[in-house]
């Protein structure tokens, strides 16, 4: 069984920074392509950041320049790094992991979901 684990959300005011964690655990052969996606109230999921295994990252518009994921493969956790937050980046945050597992399967894994509060 594989596991993902989010930490790191809370209330910050804009222009403040946090950092989510997506730790993955269990029979892991591999951590293949992470995202991280929001959901603010009342609005659909979004795509926030990619990293590949390989370290290639690609983000959304509206956090470029402010946002930066990064991986940890020893650790098998990836990070969102996030500065100069604004009111429009509340959300709940889930990490999605495409896993190779020790038995070769490849299976696709949700964290659950963080909130971050941006308010003054």
């Known amino acids: 069984q594989v596991q993902l684990v989010v930490s790191g959300g809370g209330l910050v005011q804009p222009g403040g920074s946090l950092r989510l964690s997506c730790a993955a655990s269990g029979r892991i052969f591999r951590l293949n392509t992470v995202g991280w996606y929001r959901q603010g109230a009342g609005k659909q999921r979004e795509l926030v950041a990619t990293?590949?295994?390989?370290?290639?990252?690609n983000y959304a518009d509206s956090v470029k320049g402010r946002f930066t994921i990064s991986r940890d493969n020893a650790k098998n956790t990836v990070y969102l790094q996030m500065n100069s937050l604004k009111l429009e980046d509340t959300a709940v945050y889930y990490c999605?992991?495409?896993?190779?597992?020790?038995?070769?399967?490849?299976?696709?894994?949700w964290g659950q979901g963080t909130q971050v509060t941006v308010s003054s």
């Open positions: 999605n992991a495409g896993v190779t597992r020790t038995t070769g399967w490849v299976t696709d894994y």
């Open positions: 990293i590949t295994s390989g370290s290639t990252t």
